[in-house]
């Protein structure tokens, strides 16, 4: 199918074996490539029930049919394993230029088997694979091994993913880097790839996939950025990046602050896209072919670490370190945003850990803990946490296993064992359902369905119908997975874009219901690999901090369990499941 390579690469990291594997036509046209092509392969070649820390784990690079094309939105890549934080489905995506790179080896998924016993890494290209020694990068934070990465290979073009030593202990939320600041951060891929001796991948390549009309394509593009380059929302997201979410989720009390006691943070203004612009230098940033430019290239210009540089912090990143650690002001948030980048650590669940510890250490379960807005104790916390020593040693296992081991379960918040983003549902009822439906745990972007009830285009106290909406949200989603697009391009390509994509790229002319399809399609293909992991219906649920701990100026917001019941029932049935959530077929 154009579009694709119909290619499959298989790398043993036991005894080094290298093979190819054909997907077969059906399943390129069913599943697309990204997110579908890997809950297909993860369904068929990893078997039941192994540890995710384990040498029997997989863990998959994926690209998809627009990657490597002159569709801007197309620079991301997707990374795929059962999760060892959650023990589900494990799913992370990364921007930056790295995924053109993957692409141009000639294939559309590489797949990593089997463990080393020596530290390696990787170079992968339309070649073949090298495996080299990575003994001297072993213990290396990661914008040191990716650079030292690039410089061994020696390729232009080249691109290199890498761990730090949060991945090489095997963090269970540790990452995956690239472009020295964009991660595949969620799920803890970065202890998939440590448990398997994994250092780092380099990727280099020549290949283009063959294109069903590129000039169709061109045009489609060359119109895209006409219609959309100078619109408000590229102006704001080039501006302000999503750190311009800090004023709104605190308006709306759905800031988690405070380890979740309070839906916004007193602060807020040190931590919000005005201060970071008034306060640092910064600069937009984009990946590869995109018109948007989100990313900010910020440089610390007063204070402790004036010289500090970094792209980001994203918006999440705000309220896991700025909000629920109450960290401020932005230049503190940057300092502890790079530890962890440096690290490896996911900055969502690594700030959700440090401050569950502030709080265990406020209620005597732990002992020399740091307080709010502690700094350098939230960075030792980092260090401990990276590298097991001390209680880092327990929080290195995520929220979920921490809490059980500390008797904390009842103001541990996660869903499916994965800590939330920083859209607390309490305030937005439609991300009770977001996050409790989730196949790979408390997750935003996999229905992005916050965005409609803070624009308030979708009513908030709407329950009956809501989950018809969500599901149009979800659907959408994972078929931009599937592709692989950019969450920040929805408003300008929607499904009919989609359609006129993916007619270009792969010559399949199909309606909005065909897509809608295979987007139901692939949800239900991961649901099927977390029923076949465990999942039962009680793990399609939410904390009972949610249910019990309001939030808000009146103290008066909470998840409603019978509303989340009643949302959960209608997405089941109408994704054609039993009442349980099992699919049918």
């Known amino acids: 199918m154009d579009g694709l390579y119909g290619k499959l690469l298989r790398i043993n990291l036991t005894n080094q074996g290298v093979k190819e594997d054909n997907i077969p036509e059906d399943?390129?046209?069913?599943?697309?490539?990204?997110?579908?092509?890997?809950?297909?392969?993860?369904?068929?070649?990893?078997?039941?029930?192994?540890?995710?820390?384990?040498?029997?784990?997989?863990?998959?690079?994926?690209?998809?049919?627009?990657?490597?094309?002159?569709?801007?939105?197309?620079?991301?890549?997707?990374?795929?394993?059962?999760?060892?934080?959650?023990?589900?489905?494990?799913?992370?995506?990364?921007?930056?230029?790295?995924a053109a790179a993957i692409k141009k080896t000639g294939y559309d998924a590489i797949m990593l088997e089997g463990a080393s016993e020596k530290p390696v890494y990787l170079h992968i290209s339309d070649q073949g694979v090298k495996f080299e020694d990575a003994s001297d990068l072993w213990g290396k934070e990661s914008y040191e091994t990716e650079d030292a990465l690039l410089e061994k290979v020696g390729v232009d073009g080249a691109q290199a993913v890498s761990?730090?030593?949060?991945?090489?202990?095997?963090?269970?939320?540790?990452?995956?880097?690239?472009?020295?600041?964009?991660?595949?951060?969620?799920?803890?891929?970065?202890?998939?790839?440590?448990?398997?001796?994994?250092?780092?991948?380099?990727?280099?390549?020549?290949?283009?996939?063959?294109?069903?009309?590129?000039?169709?394509?061109?045009?489609?593009?060359?119109?895209l950025i006409k219609e959309c380059v100078n619109t408000e929302r590229t102006k704001n997201m080039k501006e302000k990046g999503t750190p311009y979410m800090v004023t709104v989720t605190n308006e709306q009390s759905a800031f988690p602050t405070r380890y979740w006691a309070e839906g916004s943070f007193d602060k807020w203004e040190e931590i919000s896209t005005d201060a970071m612009r008034s306060r640092m230098e910064v600069k937009p940033k984009a990946c590869h072919r995109c018109f948007m430019s989100c990313g900010k290239l910020s440089k610390v210009t007063q204070g402790r670490h004036k010289g500090l540089e970094l792209e980001g912090p994203e918006y999440e990143t705000l309220y896991a370190l700025g909000g629920l650690c109450c960290v401020y002001p932005i230049e503190e948030v940057v300092y502890l945003n790079d530890v962890c980048d440096r690290l490896g650590l996911d900055t969502i669940s690594g700030g959700n850990l440090a401050a569950f510890a502030i709080e265990a250490g406020k209620r005597g379960k732990l002992s020399d803990m740091p307080d709010y807005g502690d700094v350098d104790g939230i960075a030792r916390l980092f260090h401990q946490i990276a590298y097991k020593e001390g209680v880092g040693e327990l929080l290195s296992q995520g929220i979920k296993r921490a809490s059980e081991e500390l008797g904390l379960e009842d103001i541990a918040v996660h869903a499916k064992g994965m800590e939330p983003a920083g859209y607390d549902a309490r305030a937005l009822p439609g991300m009770s359902l977001g996050y409790a439906v989730s196949n790979r745990g408390g997750c935003h972007l996999r229905s992005s369905f916050y965005m409609g009830e803070l624009r308030g285009e979708i009513p908030k106290d709407m329950i009956e119908g809501k989950a018809k909406i969500f599901i149009d949200f979800e659907s959408r989603n994972v078929l931009e997975d599937c592709l692989i697009l950019c969450r920040f391009y929805q408003q300008f390509i929607g499904w009919g874009g989609m359609q006129q994509i993916i007619k270009h790229i792969t010559g399949m002319d199909l309606s909005k219901d065909q897509l809608f399809d295979i987007g139901r399609s692939v949800t239900t293909l991961a649901k099927k690999f977390n029923m076949r992991e465990g999942w039962t219906k009680d793990d399609d649920s939410l904390p009972p901090r949610l249910f019990n701990d309001p939030i808000g100026p009146e103290k008066n917001l909470v998840v409603n369990a019978e509303n989340l019941a009643v949302m959960v029932r209608e997405y089941y049935e109408l994704h054609g499941w039993d009442e349980e959530g099992r699919p049918r077929e």
């Open 27 to 98: 399943v390129q046209k069913k599943y697309l490539g990204g997110k579908g092509l890997a809950a297909y392969i993860m369904l068929n070649y990893l078997p039941a029930g192994v540890d995710p820390l384990s040498a029997d784990n997989v863990l998959i690079f994926a690209t998809g049919p627009a990657t490597g094309t002159t569709v801007p939105a197309a620079g991301r890549h997707g990374v795929f394993a059962k999760s060892p934080l959650t023990g589900f489905f494990g799913e992370s995506y990364s921007g930056g230029y790295t």
């Open 163 to 223: 761990i730090g030593p949060a991945g090489e202990n095997l963090v269970r939320f540790s990452c995956i880097k690239n472009n020295h600041w964009r991660s595949a951060g969620r799920t803890g891929m970065g202890a998939v790839m440590g448990s398997k001796k994994l250092k780092g991948i380099v990727f280099s390549g020549d290949q283009k996939a063959s294109l069903a009309d590129e000039e169709m394509l061109k045009d489609y593009v060359k119109n």
